[in-house]
């Protein structure tokens, strides 16, 4: 059971009684945390570039529906 609520405490409480989290280990939470973000913000870009090739790929499809690339390669 912790005894401060917030992630930044380095006391903790056990039944043997109150010990401190070693600095190595708060570092170790630190880097867990942001490595959650970063691969959050990678999800969302891979997911964004997706998104941009999908448009991109259709934009192409309808302009070579309407000849769009043979009307400009032979004026």
Do not use: H, P
Not at 2 to 18: C, R
Not at 26 to 41: D, H, T, Y
Not at 43 to 60: E, K
């Amino acid at each position: 059971m912790a005894i401060g609520k917030d992630e930044n405490s380095l006391v903790w409480k056990d039944k043997t009684g109150t010990y401190k989290l070693g600095y190595s280990q708060k570092l170790m939470r630190e880097q867990v945390r942001w490595q959650k973000i970063n691969f959050a913000g990678k999800c969302a870009l891979i997911a964004t570039l997706l998104i941009l090739i999908v448009i991109i790929l259709y934009v192409l499809y309808q302009l070579d529906r309407i000849n769009f690339f043979t009307g400009v390669l032979y004026r």
